[in-house]
């Protein structure tokens, strides 16, 4: 059998944060929901959506706010840019990141709205 057929989907995503408490708090204004940890040397700990996507949090990222080095610094890195979350609603979903106190910082025309997570991971939230 080849390769390309033992590739089933998405199993998770990893995300290096700084302080685990923080980030469930921001991905649970998502509509993520702890699953399990943290775990190991690492602090590993997952939340899952009620779509079936799960991240994994990996807590060493050693300071708060250093920057994003794949999108904050003039020279680019190799590495994943950012998640892409499917939304439906791009007006809807403004006015609740804006109650939210979640900062847009950018759009793609009418179809897509960017978020940072507090460690400044990059979140699209797409409707297309």
Known sequence: MSLANLVSGLAHIGIRVHDAARSRAFYEMLGFKHAWGPYGPDHVA?????????????????????????????????????????I???????????????????????VALFVRDPDGNVIELASD
């Open 46 to 86: 997952s939340m899952v959506h009620p779509s079936g996507l799960d991240i994994n949090f990996i807590v060493n990222a050693p300071e708060p706010t250093e920057p994003n080095i794949l999108m904050d610094v003039p020279r680019k890195h190799a590495g994943f840019t950012h998640i892409a979350l499917k």
């Open 88 to 110: 439906s609603d791009i007006a809807a979903t403004e006015a609740a990141l804006s109650a939210a106190g979640i900062a847009i910082s950018g759009r793609r025309g009418a």
